[in-house]
């Protein structure tokens, strides 16, 4: 399954076994941001109840910073790697917080320390992804300026994890969210150890592009993603149940299938930063009954 995500894991005792079976299961998860007040194994219970064959790990209730859970300290780690074995789950990937336009003395050279953190953890554990966001164009510097930030970053964190047999991947967030943007950061990078997670979502709606377009110009890129649906609101825009907005998530599937990709489609319910949207329990059983059916329409079976 590591192959066909694109990313070949060295042997690590126990994790490599852990990751040796999905159980014939479609390839959906969902990530961690969307239960926050679930422990380990209540998302790795419900995941496996659920049909679904992967987890990405944005936080275990408090803890954001996940080298420091209790999960994964090493008098805890074969426990955690029989507990995904038994229910079938990979973890698919880490989700770090680490904004690579940050020039600040107090965030910048933290963030980029949090990521370095994440990918070592990735690495231990066998996990194929980290990921990183550009995020903003900052007031007052100049766009290139940033660009070349981000990028300079984007390239350390890559050449870093490549050592290390894992791949940092640069969301479609924030004010990066359009393909040419994304793929210019991605060249100036020059990293093999470095690839985008298309937040589908963003492209959508702030990107302005359709399902096809993001897919056509960063295919090559893509190595995970983020599926959500929502509707306008009088401020931002609301999360909704998958297929009842105005998101083209199916589209976005169909798209993804007929470029070969072989990554995870993954649920990010941002429960966290949301509390007033439906609880997990009913969203993330809804998109494993909604987004299987479009992958098997879509020709995609097993993970």
């Known amino acids: 399954m590591l192959a066909a995500a694109g990313c070949v894991r060295p042997s690590s005792p126990g994790m490599t076994r852990a990751f040796a079976s999905t159980g014939g299961r479609l390839p959906i998860g969902f990530s961690t941001l969307g239960c926050p007040t679930w422990d380990w194994l209540q998302a790795l219970d419900f995941a496996a109840a659920h049909g679904y064959s992967g987890i990405e790990l944005r936080g ?7 080298p420091k859970a209790a999960e994964f300290q090493p008098e805890r780690l074969a426990q955690t790697q029989r507990e995904l074995k038994y229910r079938g789950l990979v973890i698919t990937d880490l989700g770090a917080s ?8 107090d965030k910048g050279p933290a963030g980029m320390a949090e990521a370095r953190g994440f990918i070592d953890l990735a690495s231990r554990i066998g996990v194929p992804y980290v990921r990183v966001f550009g995020n903003k164009f900052t007031e007052g510097v100049p766009r290139e300026q940033t660009l070349e930030i981000i990028a300079r970053n984007l390239h350390s964190l890559g050449e870093y994890a490549r050592e290390r047999n894992v791949l940092v991947l640069l969301e479609t967030h924030g004010d990066f969210t359009d393909s ?20 589908a979502h963003h492209t959508f709606v702030l990107g302005k592009e359709s399902p096809e377009t993001s897919v056509r110009e960063l295919g090559a890129y893509i190595k995970h993603t983020h599926l959500k649906d929502s509707v306008p609101a009088a401020v931002d825009r609301r999360y ?5 907005g105005e998101v083209p998530v199916r589209r976005q599937v169909e798209a993804l299938a007929r470029a070969q990709y072989k990554g995870f489609y993954s649920f990010e319910w941002e429960k966290r930063w949301h509390p007033e949207i439906e609880e997990p329990a009913v969203a993330f059983a809804q998109f494993a009954t909604v987004v299987s059916s479009y992958l098997r329409d879509a020709g995609v079976r097993s993970a």
Not at 98 to 105: F, P, S
Not at 180 to 197: N, Y
């Open 240 to 244: 909704v149940l998958t297929g009842t």
């Open 98 to 105: 680490t904004n690579l336009h940050e020039t600040a003395a």
């Open 60 to 66: 275990i209730k408090d803890t954001m910073d996940l």
């Open 180 to 199: 040419p943007t994304i793929l210019e950061l991605m060249k100036r990078a020059d990293s093999k150890g470095a690839a985008v997670l298309w937040d």
